[in-house]
């Protein structure tokens, strides 16, 4: 089986768990009052939107390298890690001012019927809830209290690190880090977000503690890569390849590692041609493209392009020095393989 | 020992750890980055700010009931929900659009040198990270596994809780709900908060399971007492009373008992004016004078106090029916009159 069909039925599996999390939630709600009833709805249709659940299918495959099988209890695991993603998902969102994700509304943009305001409030609170969700979800996933508090730890722990790497996104805007910096924030990212999907997957499934060393650092690797070319794709893809307006990063004066390249590559004209643009008021789309043209002509985006290739490869290399089933190996190297893979369609 | 002693020796006691908590995490993040340092000391200024800590102060008085002591363990707990109601205040005065809290900025306003979003960001992902931290030193405060799991889980339920409160509390600033329909978002606000903080410290204290079910009750009670009061503050005191502007409530058109009385309690012409008044554009201060007169005229005013006394009432009678020792049912007694005391104030 192709992996982007393994990852398709797996999508389809969580999918329907996730599902019936809501519907329960949604009757539940209703109960007592119609309006937390629509919330559940709006988050239910938010959360089965098409994703690629890279990240709790990554826990599963763990699981399934050190256990053997896929049972209920990591599939419930998977949908808490699900609701744990699209927690921070709307209030990155929400933040970044982003209006759309997954070809649909961003969570902020479902509820404008007051104003601003109650859109807003409404993404705070309920990106909270899918936390809350995603904590209850684990905590009753039917694994021996011991590993379960280890789990829940790990989760923990990542949430305050990618809160941290929010907070210093947001600080990037109005300075230029350098790549040393820039790692600081991409290790609390995505880099944090597979250790901790990884590791879950490995301590349920009873991974000797070595190997929890390992896969700690095959997480890091693995989070690099996919930030690096989740950045790429957001500026350069096309609208149609990305499910919304694309160059928003560049608008917002984010720096991911292309543009911290960039601006490590370029000397003389081109680079004060570079400050210049990012450092007057709004862009416009003829800005952006020129932007990106200097960011192409400079060599960074290739450099940060073979930098995602390194870690990916590293990745791998690490995750075949587990103990973990070879059938695991080959899906979890398939999955880094799927993220970078898709590095080449986008010049 | 007066209370108000007993309760400000506490105060000295959590916020000595509380300090030593962000030494220590400002210490750290310094280590990485800067910036992360300093948005820690920013957190540790907000909570160390004079608060009342009633929250905390009645999970170690539930703890010591049954315990018979107060030990670092649940000191340590007491930094875990202090941590709690942060992280949610945090967010409150964000989507309030509060600038003052406890005489100080508000979170989002203290960061204020690039732009509003940069506040707002900060202001959503710190209440984020003051969660996690919650959750941390409540895993970390040396109890066994079982009853601490009960523990989470119970400050998770609260979570979701309040957070559903928050989003009908901004719903019905633009509907006029009645008193059951108040009493669905109370249910879920203060009256959660003190379910949790109270069950919380009898599951570790060792409480009999029979009285968890009473003290379920109690905490019920003295949060609809808490919010109805703390709304009365709110609007009805000044602004020397309660350390920043009043009658923010008004202006957002919130809906708090005292308003939803004095919608059931006006007939005709006063009523006509109070809707008038609330549905307009932006209030002045002569807007919410009136406002304020109208409520208090119509006798709701006076009426939510005697509610809120009389949930008290309930919630006293509640404590006393448990196994606590005597001198804890007196303290959590005291903290109950505390908190309706000061209704006497506003007129």
């Not at 921070?88 to 997954?102: A, C, G, K, P």
């Not at 004060?272 to 002509?297: A, F, Y």
């Not at 695991?328 to 999955?335: I, M, P, R, V």
């Amino acid at each position: 089986m192709r992996f982007e069909e393994a990852l398709s039925n797996y999508g389809n599996l969580v999918d329907s768990r996730l599902e019936a999390c809501f519907r329960e939630l949604v009757w539940d709600a209703e109960k007592y009052h119609s309006f937390i009833g629509r919330v559940y709805a709006h988050a239910a249709e938010f959360l089965l939107r098409k994703g690629k659940r890279i990240a709790s299918y990554s826990t599963l495959l763990t699981y399934k390298g050190y256990k053997g099988m896929v049972n209920e209890e990591i599939l419930t695991v998977c949908v808490a890690v699900e609701f744990y993603r699209h927690s921070i998902l709307v209030h990155d969102d929400l933040i970044d001012r982003d209006e759309m994700r997954r070809g649909g509304k961003s969570f902020h943009k479902l509820f404008a019927e007051f104003n601003d305001r109650f859109g807003e409030g409404l993404a705070v609170f309920t990106g909270n809830i899918l936390l809350a969700l995603a904590l209850t979800t684990l905590l009753n996933a039917g694994f021996d209290r011991r590993t379960l508090q280890e789990a829940v730890k790990l989760l923990i722990k990542d949430y305050c690190a990618v809160n941290e790497s929010q907070i210093l996104d947001l600080l990037f805007e109005h300075k230029e880090p350098d790549v040393e910096e820039w790692k600081v924030m991409a290790s609390k990212r995505a880099a944090s977000l597979f250790r901790a999907t990884l590791g879950i997957g490995a301590i349920l499934g009873g991974a000797p503690s070595s190997d929890l060393r390992i896969l700690e650092q095959a997480g890091t690797c693995m989070g690099y890569s996919f930030d690096i070319q989740d950045d790429i794709i957001g500026t350069f893809a096309t609208e149609d390849q990305y499910g919304r307006p694309t160059g928003g990063d560049i608008m917002l004066r984010k720096k991911p590692l292309h543009m911290v390249y960039a601006y490590q590559m370029l000397r003389g004209r081109r680079l004060s041609l570079l400050k210049s643009l990012l450092r007057g008021g709004s862009l416009d789309q003829g800005d952006v493209m020129r932007i990106k043209e200097i960011i192409r002509r400079s060599g960074a985006l290739d450099k940060a392009k073979q930098t995602a290739r390194s870690y990916a490869r590293e990745a791998v290399r690490l995750i075949r020095a587990t103990a973990m089933s070879e059938e695991a190996k080959a899906s979890l190297q398939g999955l880094i393989k799927f993220v970078v893979g898709s590095l080449d369609w986008y010049k």
